[in-house]
């Protein structure tokens, strides 16, 4: 088991009524716009411009998320292209049902950096140095 977050975070909410599903548990789907939404939040500073999702890898629910529960993601940049970033993120929970935060979701998004026009755009070179992942 993991013992703590991996990466920086990027976006914490909490869960509400209105984001459950069918079983009173948070809605899979929430979780998934959070984690894009922190992703593209951590993307765009590096790329210091607009990013979009163009895939997400290895998506795993590892427990359900309940109402109340503090959500947070963690980004973790695990490769940088030309034009792409793909991103490590997590999902934890904090609640007051459990001593200790949970992590509940992970999965590999990649963003692609784009121009006002939507437009594939280059990541800046110093960005892709400082970022060098080996």
């Known amino acids: 088991m993991v013992a703590e977050p991996r990466g920086n975070l990027s976006l914490q909410t909490i869960a ?3 984001d459950t599903n069918w ?3 948070i809605f899979g789907g929430w979780l998934v716009s ?3 939404i922190a992703g593209a939040i951590h993307c765009e500073q ?7 999702t163009i895939s997400i890898h290895e998506m795993t629910f590892l427990v359900p998320v309940k109402i109340g529960d503090v959500v947070s993601c963690y980004t973790d940049v695990l490769k ?3 034009t792409s970033i793909q991103v490590h993120i997590e999902v934890w929970t904090k609640s007051n049902r459990v001593d200790s935060p949970v992590r509940v979701t992970h999965g590999i998004f990649t963003f692609v950096a784009v121009d006002v026009d939507g437009h594939k755009r280059k990541i800046p070179e110093d960005v892709k140095n400082q ?3 080996d």
């Open 16 to 18: 509400m009524p209105s």
């Open 23 to 25: 079983s009173g548990d």
């Open 34 to 36: 959070q984690m894009d």
């Open 46 to 52: 590096i790329t210091r411009g607009r990013c979009a």
């Open 80 to 82: 940088i292209g030309n």
């Open 131 to 133: 970022y060098r992942i």
